[in-house]
């Protein structure tokens, strides 16, 4: 279909525009392409190059419904048993493409064959791109026939003159209205919420968050808003600036006069640098303990910024806690600090929990003269705590602040206080 000619050199590098002219005349097809393939680019006129342009994304659309009618005769009609359809290894191996990519390459062609050949039809006059009839089929897989073809008979309607985020929200539009399940599937889809933090192992995070679009909606107007309204002052990047805002609000949340607390102390993060490069003396990697790694000079900056974070300084030697600082607007209880600090998580056995979370243990209860200062109290999960009260498990510290457990049948495990090296 698609023969080589040789490119058409004018005498001069003047206007070219007959091939142009004439593959518009013909429609998407071969012969279209041939012509437009045998011209240089930089004989034609603007206009011409423009015009060009949009044949060739017609030319692709219609490739494209060949390709898919093709591939549609080379699978065959669908099995009822799945495990007979073989369809998937010719077309994997005449794409170049795994067995699961040849399978929904085929649900796409056999649809378009089928209930969507409208679709396929409009596909090979230009009207539709693959990438919209894409997102058709995958929009009303799940609906019956006689539903799925009057949603698409009113989308081809005006695809010839819509982009693909246009067509996804008309999309969206007909399928809200005229899907019966959509309202349950919306009901039930609102409910599960999802906001997640993940950190990676490059310095960085990520956010996730779901939830209904009106929330969702709102917060993303305002960080747009945020984000145009201080560029002059900012600087940087959209996304740059819609994260100092998330971090302005985080930061005045925790440091206000109405800040959360937890076990009386204020909520804040720990950083945690060893000592040489808190001295300016070495610049190894810092720590936000339960999240990742850090470059020193981004930590020594924050730490200096006012933000709520603590400054956690270790002993390059053994990973322990040699001092901690604090940045925050609250000044929060000494000793619940510290022991936060020394162990991160519970000083339970294998525990997890973050020692932010956990309970103060007073080993010797204060009732009987036990004092609250660091070597009485340790950060305890709720379940060890009820353990070490009701159940007659015994901890104490030993001299290089490890805690020693005992179970009642005596047998005994420790617990090191947290390794803030970045191995041991």
């Known amino acids: 279909m698609f023969d080589s000619v040789a490119l058409a050199e004018p005498p001069d590098a003047s206007g ?46 219609h490739a494209e419904a060949v390709r898919l009618r093709l591939t549609a005769a080379v699978a065959g009609p669908k099995p009822e048993d799945r495990a007979e359809d073989w369809g998937a290894h010719d077309v994997a191996a005449a794409n170049r493409c795994s067995l699961y990519a040849a399978d929904r390459q085929i649900a796409f062609a056999r649809d378009l064959a089928g209930r969507l050949s409208a679709t396929a039809e409009a596909m090979l006059t230009g009207r539709i791109t693959q990438r919209q009839a894409q997102a058709l089929f995958e929009g009303v897989a799940h609906l019956p026939d006689e539903l799925a073809q009057e949603i698409e008979e009113r989308l081809l309607r005006f695809s010839h003159r819509q982009d693909l985020t246009l067509f996804k929200t008309a999309l969206r539009r007909w399928l809200a209205r005229l899907d019966p399940s959509w309202r349950e599937r919306a009901e039930s889809a609102r409910r599960r919420v999802f906001v997640d933090h993940a950190a990676n192992d490059n310095g960085t995070g990520d956010f996730n968050l779901r939830g209904p679009l009106e929330s969702t909606a709102l917060v993303d107007t305002a960080l747009s808003a945020y984000a145009k309204a201080n560029k002059a002052t900012l600087g940087g990047t959209t996304a740059e600036r819609k994260l100092t805002a998330l971090t302005e609000w985080a930061e005045a949340y ?56 603590r400054r956690l300084i270790i002993d390059p030697d053994d990973g322990h806690l040699l001092s901690y600082g604090r940045k925050t607007y609250v000044v929060p209880p000494a000793l619940t600090e510290h022991l936060a600090a020394l162990f991160v998580t519970s000083a339970g ?50 001299p290089d602040r490890s805690i020693t457990w005992i179970s009642p049948t005596g047998l005994a495990q420790t617990v090191q206080p947290h390794d803030y090296r970045l191995g041991p």
């Open 16 to 61: 070219n525009d007959w091939p142009v002219v004439m593959a518009e005349g013909m429609g998407p097809c071969g012969a279209a392409l041939n012509l437009l393939a045998g011209v240089h680019p930089e004989y034609l006129s603007e206009s011409a190059r423009a015009s060009a342009l949009a044949q060739l994304a017609a030319i692709t659309s």
């Open 349 to 398: 056995l294998h525990s997890n929990v973050p020692a932010a979370e956990c309970d103060i243990d007073h080993n010797l209860p204060h009732g009987q003269g036990g004092g609250t200062d660091p070597d009485n109290n340790a950060p305890l999960d709720r379940r060890w705590h009820r353990a070490k009260t009701h159940a007659d498990w015994t901890w104490t510290y030993n």
């Open 254 to 309: 925790l440091t206000g006069p109405n800040a959360p607390r937890r076990h009386g102390r204020a909520i804040g993060i720990n950083v945690c640098l060893d000592a040489p490069t808190m001295f300016g003396l070495a610049q190894h990697p810092a720590e936000i303990p339960g999240y990742g790694m850090v470059p020193a000079e981004a930590a020594i900056h924050l730490l200096a910024d006012g933000s709520p974070l």
